[in-house]
């Protein structure tokens, strides 16, 4: 099935979050977390995500708000992965995978999205 087997749970990819992609000056280019389950990332069209954004001096983690350090996935900054705005995305809205997030934070960002969605 090839493109649409490569993303896994956990993964950091570079995506188009613009509302428009059929104008390239629209283009809204952004990291996410994978949050979909392996399952359904290897048999849908479409992946869960979390966006990734610049911690802007922020030095630990929120609620809903989980802080990764520059080196730990590569982005050159430190980062938020915000599990309160979940989204759905179709593959061909990817630009590529730039990393993994490591377990102990995945467990973070997953605890965010359960409390954003009262799962506890």
Avoid at 25 to 32: C, L, T
Avoid at 34 to 56: E, F, K, Q, W, Y
Avoid at 64 to 82: F, Q, R, S, W, Y
Wanted: proline share 4%; with cysteine; net charge negative.
């Amino acid at each position: 099935m090839g493109v649409m087997n490569l993303f896994s749970r956990g993964d950091v990819i570079l995506v188009n979050l613009s509302n428009d992609t059929s104008n390239p000056k629209s283009e809204m280019i952004s990291p996410a977390v994978v949050v979909s389950s392996d399952t359904l990332n290897a048999n849908l069209d479409t992946l869960i995500v979390c966006p990734v954004i610049d911690a802007n001096g922020i030095s630990e983690s929120r609620i809903g708000a989980t802080l990764v350090p520059e080196d730990v996935i590569g982005l050159g900054k430190n980062c938020l992965v915000l599990s309160f705005q979940i989204r759905s995305i179709i593959k061909n809205r990817i630009i590529r995978r730039v990393g993994s997030l490591p377990d102990a934070y995945l467990k973070q960002v997953q605890e965010g999205v359960s409390a954003a969605l009262e799962l506890q």
